[in-house]
C-alpha cells in the first residue's frame, strides 16, 4: 500500500477528515512544492501532517488520555489557518490551468485539490484550521 493524503479540518476541538487518498497529491509533491516557491506560494508540504504515519510506524502505545492519533494529530499535528489553506489550494489550481506549467497526472492532481478546497472553505467559514495527513 503506498502513502496518500487525506484532506483534515480542525474546528472547535474536532478532527473531521475527508478519509478519501489523495495519492496524486501525495506523489507530485516535491513537484507542486517547487511551483510554489516558483510562483511564491506556500509549499503544499507545509500542510502535511505526519503524526498518524509516525505513530503507525512506531510499536508503541499512544499517549495517556489520547483514544486515536486523530486525537494527536488534533493536539500536537501541523496544522493552518483555512484561510491559509483556501489561498495556497485556489493558487495551485490557478496554476494548473496554465498549460504551460508541466506536470504528470494533472487531471488526477486537480480533481483532488479541488477536494481538498472543499474542505479548507468548511474550515475558513468556521474559523477553523486545515491540514493533510499523510496515511500508510
Known amino acids: 500500500m503506498g502513502m496518500v493524503l487525506w484532506a483534515n479540518t480542525l474546528i472547535e476541538g474536532k478532527v473531521s477528515t475527508d478519509e478519501n487518498d489523495k495519492f496524486a497529491l501525495y506523489k507530485h509533491s516535491d513537484k507542486l512544492d517547487k511551483l510554489s516557491k516558483q510562483f511564491d506560494i506556500l509549499q503544499l508540504s507545509s500542510?502535511?501532517?505526519?503524526?498518524d504515519m509516525k505513530?503507525?510506524?512506531?510499536?508503541?502505545?499512544?499517549?495517556?488520555?489520547?483514544?486515536?492519533?486523530?486525537?494527536l494529530m488534533a493536539q500536537e499535528g501541523i496544522w493552518v489557518s483555512g484561510d491559509e489553506a483556501v489561498k495556497v489550494l485556489e493558487s495551485l489550481?490557478?496554476?494548473?490551468?496554465?498549460?504551460e506549467v508541466e506536470v504528470a497526472d494533472r487531471d488526477e492532481i486537480f480533481q483532488e485539490l479541488e477536494e481538498s478546497l472543499v474542505y479548507?472553505?468548511?474550515a475558513k467559514e468556521q474559523n477553523g484550521k486545515f491540514n493533510y495527513s499523510v496515511v500508510m
Open 47 to 51: 500542510l502535511h501532517d505526519f503524526t
Open 55 to 71: 505513530w503507525n510506524m512506531l510499536d508503541d502505545d499512544l499517549p495517556n488520555g489520547i483514544e486515536s492519533t486523530t486525537d
Open 93 to 99: 489550481l490557478n496554476l494548473l490551468t496554465n498549460d
Open 120 to 122: 479548507a472553505k468548511k
